[in-house]
C-alpha cells in the first residue's frame, strides 16, 4: 500500500519556522520526484517545491524561495520542507505528493499551467502562521 504521512504542521508566528516531514512507503522511493503542495482557505492549490530522489535537483516557487529549502533523506524514504521567515501568505494545508515525471512536477512547482494529477497524495499537515 502505497503511503504518503506528512507531519509538522503547526501554529507558529509571522517570521518563525517549521520543519515539515513526508515518510513514504509502498513505492520505489527513487524513482520518483516528491514534493509539496499546498491550499489556502478558498484558494487555488499551488506548488511549492519538488526534490529529485535520484539526483537531489531541486525547485521551488519563487514566493518561497530563500526561505524553504527541501532535502531528502533516501536512507529513510523521507522528504523534509524547512519553512523559515514564515509568512502569514504561507497559512495552507501542505500536501506531500509524488511522481514519476520529474517535468510534471517542476511545471506545477515553478509555472500556473501544471495539473495537479499527480501519482500520490499524502493527507496533508495544516500550517497556519499568525501575523
Known amino acids: 500500500e502505497v503511503q504518503l504521512v506528512e507531519s509538522g504542521g503547526n501554529l507558529v508566528q509571522a517570521g518563525g519556522s517549521l520543519r515539515l516531514s513526508c515518510a513514504a512507503s509502498g513505492f520505489t522511493f527513487d524513482d520518483y520526484v516528491i514534493g509539496w503542495i499546498r491550499q489556502a482557505p478558498g484558494k487555488e492549490r499551488e506548488g511549492v517545491s519538488c526534490?529529485?530522489?535520484?539526483?537531489?535537483?531541486?525547485y521551488y516557487r519563487d514566493s518561497v524561495k530563500g526561505r524553504f529549502t527541501i532535502s531528502s533523506d533516501n536512507a529513510k524514504n523521507t522528504v523534509y520542507l524547512q519553512m523559515n521567515s514564515l509568512e502569514p501568505e504561507d497559512t495552507a494545508v501542505y500536501y506531500c505528493?509524488?511522481?514519476?515525471?520529474?517535468?510534471?512536477?517542476?511545471?506545477?512547482?515553478?509555472?500556473?499551467?501544471?495539473?495537479?494529477?499527480?501519482?500520490?497524495w499524502g493527507k496533508g499537515t495544516l500550517v497556519t502562521v499568525s501575523s
Open positions: 526534490i529529485s530522489s535520484s539526483d537531489d535537483s531541486t
Open positions: 505528493a509524488a511522481d514519476s515525471d520529474l517535468v510534471h512536477f517542476v511545471e506545477v512547482v515553478t509555472t500556473h499551467l501544471g495539473n495537479y494529477d499527480m501519482d500520490y
